[in-house]
């Protein structure tokens, strides 16, 4: 079996993974650290959990080891799709250089520009960012990419999902051709390869091969779900939740709960706040400060849920989660292995528990298709159908305003007048005697008819008018227009 120490790593290096307690590299470890350390491109293609960040900074900092970084000229460049994933980097990096004098800067939205700015100045030899920060350092005319060696390119497929793939082609192409590039992703989407086909130059592949199973120590299970009635689903659904939460009692020491939509996250979180459970959210629409305070507080046990988006499923390492709860069926299947990798870690046992909606089946059928495994079906934990008994729970938040119809106002009940009288013509209607019609007579009809056509030829005055007579101008109207047609063509 490798162990790090035929990696040829740099020896302070090797002395903090010493100190964290790894021996041996994981299969992307082992694949990606020598070509790395040779200075060629790498293309990793692996899932979160399999232990990249350590393929890229453990290279990183042994080739970084001489030399020293100038000001607004980051040696190194890693870039991250989120926040969470930015930091953790950043605090990997700090384990595994403890005993080196590299520094680093990180560069995320939600902090102040101020504080970024003179870690900048001060001269970084790696910077950790998400591509949206630092294209606005850089744009300022606060950052340099010119004196870039190394660039890493961390959840590439996240990135296009996130749509930062124009930003990542934007910042390729402002550090030097002659830069070593090391690019990860879970998965090769047509648009990733024709990046890594673009830019990387002769990589060298390693392929690790895809997360599909999730720990044997992660008990799962799923709950099938249909609301009485569609305007009651979401109410109903949560109330689902907080009786799976109750149903594993102590057991349940900490969870995450995983909602597809942010929206659904802050919904979520409020109505279990209302019922008395300790949760929070946290979600990228979130100030970064609350994210951070958020996450610390659940990592220290200050909070017992954390209701979250994807941006919690992937590169967070929180050990000791005891549930995690998909309130949603993940649209993408590969998530599903995510977020549930999130209890069960090191050895640990973990529950993974998932609501599907009747909407969500055909995510829920590719779930079991990637995992090639079916899920066991769990019972309401209160018998079928309470769901539709279940109506108390109708939150503020979700609460629809009533609908004005449109259409004639109904009449007051004060004003009965209008009412009577509508209702006492077709009785006065019923007591007429019915009378057979009359037939008219041929004579009579066409008498009618020409007093009709006589009659529409007259005026408002009654008077008779003539054929030729100009219409439309009453008695205002110039004698010349009054002459007849005859007396016209004889003038």
Known sequence: MTKFTDLNLDPKVLKAIAEAGYESPTPIQAGAIPPALLGKDVLGIAQTGTGKTASFTLPMITLLRRGRARARMPRSLVLCPTRELAAQVAENFDVYAKHTKLTKALLIGGVSFK???AAIDRGVDVLIATPGRLLDHF???KLLLTGVQIMVVDEADRMLDMGFIPDIERIFKLTPFTRQTLFFSATMAPEIERI???FLSAPERIEVARQATASETI???????KGSRRDRADSEKRAL??????AEGDACSNAIIFCNRK????IVAK???????DADPIHGDLDQSQRTRTLESFREGGLRFLVASDVAARGLDIPAVSHVFNFDVPSHAEDYVHRIGRTGRAGRSGKAIMICSTRDEKY????ESLIQKEIPRLADPQGPGHAAADHGDSEPEVAEAPKRKRGRRKPDSDSPAKPAARTEAPRAKEAEPAQAPVAEAPAERAADKQDRKSSGNRDKGGRRRRDDEPTGLGDDAPAFIRLSFAERRAG
């Not at 829920?364 to 779930?367: G, H, I, R, W």
């Open 364 to 367: 829920f059928d590719a779930v």
């Open 219 to 225: 008990a799962q299970g799923v709950v099938m779900f």
């Open 263 to 266: 929206v659904d996250v802050d």
């Open 115 to 117: 504080e970024q700015d």
């Open 241 to 246: 939740l907080r009786r799976l939460i109750d």
């Open 271 to 277: 109505s279990l706040r209302k019922y008395g459970y």
């Open 139 to 141: 744009e300022r005319g």
């Open 196 to 198: 890594t086909n673009e």
